[in-house]
Structures are given as C-alpha cells and as structure tokens.
C-alpha cells in the first residue's frame, strides 16, 4: 500500500512500474520487521548467505556477477541538454536520447519480479542539509544496503508532504548485462536511471549518483558544495575539537583516515579522533562566516581488502553485526569472511568471491586473479557499528571546519603535507590533484591519472564551472579554513612506502591543525606553498621499518617534506596541458594565475 499522498511520489512510482510492468509493488517503511522479512526472502533465494550468527550477527554475504564488481565510469552518463553543460571530463548523453535508450532496456524487465520503492533521506530528517530520494528497484540486495548507507523510512515520506520535490532513482538489474549497462544522470530533472547493474556505486543510488554527482549540481544552484570527502573531528587533551574534511580518490584511506587510532602516546594524553563521515560531506557557509559540514550518509561502503585490526579496527569492528559484504570470501569452517589482508594466515578452507573453492596454494598476493576476495569487495555496515562514531553524526547544523585537506597516491614529486597560501590557491591545488587509479572503478590500476578534488568521476557538471563554484564558495566565507595537499604513499627508490602512514598520520594531521590556530607554527614558504619544518612533526616513538635496511628516521622526513623544483616545474607544464587541451573552457582566471606563480617560482631560487 502507497505510503504517501504526494502526488508527484505517486505518478513518478505509477510511471516507473507502467514501463517495468512489475508483479507487485512494495513500499519500504525500514520497519525492522519489513527488513527481517526481506533478509529471509534473499537467503531463500541465495542473493545473500547468511553467516555465523554467533560470530557475525546479522551479517550476510552477497556476490555479485564477475561482469558487475566496481563503478562503470565509461557508462556514466551525465545527460544536460546543452553538452557543454556536462563539460569535457563528463560522458554526456542527449536527455532525450537517453531515456529512450533506458526505457527500452527496462521495459518489461521487472515482469515476474517485486519492484520495491524505497524513499530514503540523504542527511538527517529535517535538517536544512537533507534532501529526499525516492528509489525504485527490484533488487533486495539494493533496498537493504539503502537501509544501512541512508535514513530509510515512511518520515522521509511525511517530510516530503503533499507537494515536496524529491530525487527520482529508477534501478533496474535487467540481465546485468555489461554491454546495456547505463547509469545516467539528469541534473536537470533531479532524476537518476541504472540499468543492468547490481553493483554498490552503479545502483546505491543515493551515494555517488545523488550525493555527488546530483548534489553537486544542486549546490552550484543553490550556493553550498557536495564534496568526495570524509569527515573526522580531532580532540584535544584539554577537551577542545576541531574538524577536518578530507578528499581523496576511491580506495587511497578515507575510510582509514577517518577512522584513525592515534599512536599510544597520543592517546595517553588524552587525544581522541571521531569519525563523522568515511567518504561524501556536504558542505555550507554557516551564520558565523566558516564552513559547516555533514556526512548525509547512514553507514560505511568501505574497501574490504587490508582493513585489519592494524589497519583500521575501527571499520573492522563496525562489520561485526548488521553488516552485509559483497564479493569477499567465505570461510567455510565457521561461516565468516576473508580478504587479503584481514589475516596473516590464510584460511584452510574458503570459497573465493566467484563462489568457487578457494585454492591457498596457488595464492600470490600480487596476482589478484589468484586473490580470495575480489580488490573492489566491500562492507555494508552501519555507522552507529562504529566505536569512534562522532557525537556530531546526527548533528543537524554539522561541524565548522578548521581544515579541508586533498591528497592522492603520488610514488613522487608531491610531499608528505603542504599548505596553500590562500583559499584561491587552496583550489588550484584540488583542482591539480592527481593519483593512481585503483579497482573501485573498472580498467587499469595503478595508472596516473587527474582526479580533481577527487571528484573527477562525481561532478555533476562541467569542471571549469565546479572551479569556479569553489572560487565563489571561497568570496562567501569570511573565515575559511584552511587548505592543505597531503601524500601518505610517497616511496623511496626501492619502491618501498617512506611513512607508516595509517594511525601515524595523525602526526601530519597534529601540524595541520597547528596551522589553523591563533598562532600558527611556523612553517617554510616553497615554490608549492607551506611546508613542515621537519622538526615541527613529532616523529616521537616512532619505530617504523621503510625496509629490511632502513628505518624511518628525521632524514627520511626530510627527505619526503623536500619540494623538487624541477619535478614541479615538469608538474606545472603538465597541469597546463590538462587545462587547456581537457577541461580546455570555463577554468577561471584564479586558477590561471596559481598556475602563473607555480611555473615562476619554480624558475626562482627560492
Ligand atoms: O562503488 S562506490 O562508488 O560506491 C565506492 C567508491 O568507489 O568510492
Ligand atoms: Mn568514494
């Protein structure tokens, strides 16, 4: 039975049903009871395997096609009427066009099937922040991570009204057929289509596709920002906190960042990190002139591989209950997971994330294809699972930000931390962020590539105008935070990673924060912009090994704080070329002069 008396919920479900022609309709009111009925439904049919309900309460473990394991990006299509409102970076298709092509993949495809309607809120209900979605799908798989990653429930529908605007999102698996697979974005219908998919990022439509790529469109509109970034607040012995976002591609530590454990004697003297948010904040200029953050999400789509209780505890811990895992492999002497890197030891017997036995022998960590989970698996789980979860989580005005930080995976030239000079130059920055692609979306990893902000796959827009949109963002803000790059996976010429990185990191983040106070520490002023004097990171009880020879030591700070000029000056050509012959219009004239500085300071002595 329709939940709701809002017409326009009402006609978008009659429409969405009319060309799938499902068997039946479910409305989803997140009620525990629905919930638990749909996890039985899905066991029964094999879509999830349930675990070991001592060891792993509530936990399940799905599989998707070996077609459909990571973001299709050649796929996702941002549909605007005038291409050039996509921009260059963007696949763009025709709105017409694209409809048409979808309408005839879906039609009839939920013939036999349930189609479920699920409205959800990114952000609390009833904060300025949050916006309402509406998703339709004939997945189970779908409406129960929709039910950890968003707010789910009838009050969604009640906040909406009779007359409220909502964003439309009509999934349908189809074949799951890679070849008709589509995800498209129409802006400007607030609406999202995915097709022959069953894959997180391709059909949690509230994540990327609304969250991101809608939302960002909707802040250049309406003055705020969606941004690919955690969220964590830093607690200081004496009580005080502040806050930090950060931006970093798919699978380079959001969730690791986000979650860190300082080293012990930071904890010792009281410091503490909360986690706010692992992967999306939307961001507003609050009454007080600073930047106000929250995380709309509900829960944690992280990285399964190398999460340990080294690693990350915290995330591992927030998979212990109530926690749904894609692609990752079965135990099958006690019915939990695995993945590369939970265990030193690998287990006797596991079936790998095709489904099928696992053989340890042939194991070799380099070559994935003989891996037990697949690099992209996952884990569903809910946030309030998180030891280190913020009291801010469900704060409806969200958290001021002291400091919005960028980084990527760069082998060289980019130091461990540096600082812009300003807001301005703080953008031009994100905007010349590059890293190594990684396996949450498909096609060759490890291949260096721009990823501006981390947003290249999630600008719902042309990139020269979500520049600009930073630019204006930056004249709204009396008191902005301030910006800083870091690179934890800077390597030696061995190739061996130089900093420990994971809760080490906290060290970078202690000099950050350093930087935002009343009176900073001091800092060396490069042809990039701020850097650390060594001296001022405490690498105090740090016993690191860089590799069998060396440990970490001052000099191998040093050594990963020095900026190369020359390496910059090859940076600033290349950046150059990005801009004009791929983002090519629209970059404003801010950027143009960073650019200026960066390429003359490079050619001084200073
Ligand atoms: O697959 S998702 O897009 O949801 C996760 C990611 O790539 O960051
Ligand atoms: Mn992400």
């Given amino acids: ?81 005038n291409k050039d409102d996509a921009g260059p970076i963007n696949y763009w298709m025709d709105p017409r066009e694209a409809y048409e092509l979808t309408s005839e993949i879906a039609r009839g495809s939920m013939k036999g099937r349930t189609m479920y309607v699920i409205p959800y809120s990114m952000g609390v209900v009833g904060s300025d922040f ?62 999202i289509i995915s097709v022959n998919s069953a894959y997180g990022g391709n059909v949690l439509l509230g994540k990327k596709c609304f969250a991101l790529r809608i939302a960002s469109y909707l802040g250049k509109n309406e003055g705020w920002m969606a941004e690919h970034m955690l969220i964590l607040g830093v607690t200081y012995p004496d009580g005080e906190k502040k806050y930090v976002a950060a931006a970093f591609p798919s699978a380079c530590g959001k969730t690791n960042l986000a979650m860190l454990i300082p080293p012990k ?65 079965l135990n099958t002497d006690n019915m939990t997971v695995w993945w590369e890197g939970l265990s030193k030891e690998l287990p006797a017997n596991c079936i790998d994330w095709t489904g099928k036995p696992w053989n340890k022998d042939k194991f070799d960590k380099k070559d994935k294809s003989t891996c037990a989970a697949h690099p992209n698996s996952r884990f569903t789980a809910p946030a309030d699972n998180c030891p280190c979860i913020s009291p801010d989580f469900n704060s409806k005005t969200g958290v001021p930000l002291s400091a919005i930080i960028f980084g990527g995976r760069r082998a060289s030239t980019t130091p461990l931390v ?9 953008v031009f920055i994100g905007s010349a962020m590059s890293s190594e692609t990684t396996a949450a979306a498909t096609g060759a990893t490890g291949v260096l590539r721009h990823d501006p902000m981390a947003m290249k796959p999630f600008a719902g827009y042309h990139m020269g105008d979500y520049f600009a949109h930073w630019i204006e963002m930056g004249k709204k803000v009396t008191n902005p935070p301030k910006i800083f790059n870091v690179n934890w996976f800077r390597q030696d010429k061995d190739g061996n990673f130089v900093w420990p990185g994971f809760g080490d990191n906290m060290r970078v983040l202690e000099w950050i924060l350093k930087r935002c106070g009343e009176n900073p520490v001091d800092a060396v002023e490069t042809a990039i912009g701020y850097v650390p004097k060594a001296e001022d990171i405490d690498i105090s009880e740090l ?59 490079c050619k001084t002595s200073k």
């Fill in 130 to 191: 949050a916006k309402i979605g509406i998703e339709v799908t004939d997945s189970i798989y779908v409406v129960l991570n929709m039910n950890i990653m968003t707010r789910v429930g009838k009050n969604c529908l009640d906040a909406l009204g009779k007359d409220g605007d909502f964003i439309k999102g009509l999934h349908a698996k189809c074949d799951v057929d890679a070849d008709k697979r589509y995800i498209m974005h129409f802006p400007e219908d607030n609406t």
């Fill in 1 to 81: 039975m329709a939940l709701t008396k809002n017409q326009k919920v009402l006609d978008f479900v009659a429409r969405s049903a009319e060309l799938t022609q499902p068997d039946k309709i479910v409305w989803i009111d997140g009620s525990t009871k629905q919930i638990k009925a749909l996890k039985e439904e899905a066991v029964k049919s094999g879509e999830l395997i349930k675990l070991n309900e001592s060891l792993l309460p509530d936990c399940y473990l799905h599989r998707t096609k070996v077609n459909d394991v990571a973001r299709v990006e050649d796929r996702t299509f941002i549909c605007t009427k």
């Fill in 543 to 601: 016993d690191y090994s860089i590799s069998d020879k060396k440990k970490f030591d001052i000099e191998s700070l040093k050594e990963i704080l020095a900026v190369d000029k020359e390496k910059w000056a090859k940076e600033a050509e290349e950046l150059e070329g990005y801009y004009n012959d791929t983002i090519k219009s629209r970059i404003p004239q801010e950027l143009w002069d960073c650019l200026e500085t960066l390429k003359n300071n």
């Fill in 265 to 329: 004697h930071y904890l010792d003297k009281g410091y503490k990190i909360e986690c706010v948010g692992d992967d999306i904040a939307w961001i507003r200029v609050g009454a007080d002139g600073r930047l106000w953050a929250v995380n709309p999400e509900n829960g944690f789509f992280g990285v399964a591989p190398g999460t340990n209780e080294h690693s990350n505890l915290n995330a591992l811990e927030s998979t212990k209950r109530g926690t749904i895992f894609t692609n990752v492999a």
């Fill in 418 to 426: 540096y600082q812009s000079r300003d807001w301005n130059h703080g």
